[in-house]
């Protein structure tokens, strides 16, 4: 249907930065929204940052005014910039597309198989 693979996770030091990417492919008829989300052991997963297509940006508290979210609609690929690290950003960070498919009905959630962001103190 749609696969969606990231990349750009890594090691770093508290202070530093990354740049997540991901790449969605399939039989994809459009892509509505798409987001990064993330997941740290004993948490559950939870939302980092959104950009519906054309719209506004909506960011969790924790990483407003650090983190920066685009895309490219062409491309179908979304960006997440990753600035000024801290520890409590150690997790693995999954890809997120609402889309439809081809011959599709309505819009479904996909995911990719995430990437491990580790910053250390």
């Known amino acids: 249907q749609v696969q969606l693979v990231e990349s750009g996770g890594g090691l770093v030091q508290a202070g530093q930065s990354l740049r997540l990417s991901c790449a969605a492919s399939g039989n994809i008829f459009s892509i509505n929204a798409m987001g990064w989300y993330r997941q740290a052991p004993g948490k559950q997963r939870e939302l980092v940052a959104t950009?519906?297509?054309?719209?506004?940006?909506n960011y969790a508290d924790a990483v407003k005014g650090r983190f920066t979210i685009s895309r490219d609609n062409a491309k179908n690929t979304v960006d997440l910039q990753m600035n000024s690290l801290k520890p409590e950003d150690t997790a693995v960070y999954y890809c997120?597309?609402?889309?439809?498919?081809?011959?599709?009905?309505?819009?479904?959630?996909?995911w990719g198989q995430g990437t491990q962001v580790t910053v250390s103190s």
């Open positions: 950009i519906p297509r054309g719209g506004t940006r």
């Open positions: 997120n597309a609402r889309a439809r498919v081809l011959l599709g009905q309505y819009e479904n959630d996909y």
